[in-house]
T-cell receptor, first 117, second 113 residues
Framework: GAVVSQHPSRVICKSGTSVKIECRSL??????MFWYRQFPKQSLMLMAT?????????EQGVEKDKFLINHASLTLSTLTVTSAHPEDSSFYIC?????????????FGPGTRLTVT | AQSVAQPEDQVNVAEGNPLTVKCTYS??????LFWYVQYPNRGLQFLLK??????LVKGSYGFEAEFNKSQTSFHLKKPSALVSDSALYFC???????????FGKGTTLSVSS
């Protein structure tokens, strides 16, 4: 099946710094990628939809200036958490959509655990 | 707006017994329904989906789900539970091609030996 990777898998940063998380589709081209956020023992909340070559579409309540998303190629999307604060600590999961495939249609990365101290 | 409800936070079942994890949905158009499983500190693994066709969908690891349009439900089932099935299960829906998945809150399945 299709593989989506995320890097890093775990990151600890100090309050006020910025952190970049990469999401890559390894064996397919992803025209659309999604970024989700998951708090402990809670559901995945959609943050934004990222289309290659265009600006991301953010969900209501998500600060686009704080969570910068770049989808520069068909295999890479990045999420940058700017001026991170402890309340940004969470599990961030990306998924990639491969319309040319007929399987699950969305493939999820393994997630990135962000801890802001 | 589309939404998904998983009414149970936790389901406990003994190994070898059948299990059911409940899910109801609300969409404006035809639903695309999914079940995913998540193990601790891991991403989501796809189990099965319903797009169209037979109401009973068979998926990975012996799981199946039944689409019931009149009850707007898509319950996950397995005839005989395994301890290794213990995990967090998410039901998800989208109302058409290209839209993101909307997830339920998740149900923790605990299978005891």
């Amino acid at each position: 099946g299709a593989v989506v990777s995320q890097h890093p898998s775990r990151v600890i940063c100090k309050s006020g710094t910025s952190v970049k998380i990469e999401c890559r589709s390894l064996d397919f081209q992803a025209t659309t990628m999604f970024w989700y956020r998951q708090f402990p023992k809670q559901s995945l909340m959609l943050m934004a939809t990222s289309n290659e070559g265009s600006k991301a579409t953010y969900e209501q309540g998500v600060e686009k200036d704080k969570f910068l998303i770049n989808h520069a190629s068909l295999t890479l999307s990045t999420l940058t958490v700017t001026s991170a604060h402890p309340e940004d600590s969470s599990f961030y999961i990306c998924s990639a959509r491969a319309p040319q495939r007929t399987g699950t249609e969305q493939y999820f990365g393994p997630g990135t655990r962000l801890t802001v101290t | 707006a589309q939404s998904v409800a998983q009414p149970e936070d936790q389901v406990n079942v003994a190994e070898g017994n059948p299990l059911t994890v409940k899910c109801t949905y609300s969409v404006s158009g035809n639903p695309y329904l999914f079940w995913y499983v998540q193990y601790p500190n891991r991403g989501l693994q796809f189990l099965l989906k319903y797009i169209t066709g037979d109401n009973l969908v068979k998926g990975s690891y012996g799981f199946e789900a039944e689409f019931n349009k009149s009850q707007t439900s898509f319950h996950l089932k397995k005839p005989s539970a395994l301890v290794s099935d213990s995990a967090l299960y998410f039901c998800a829906v989208r109302d058409g091609a290209g839209t993101a998945l909307i997830f339920g809150k998740g149900t923790t399945l605990s299978v005891s030996s």
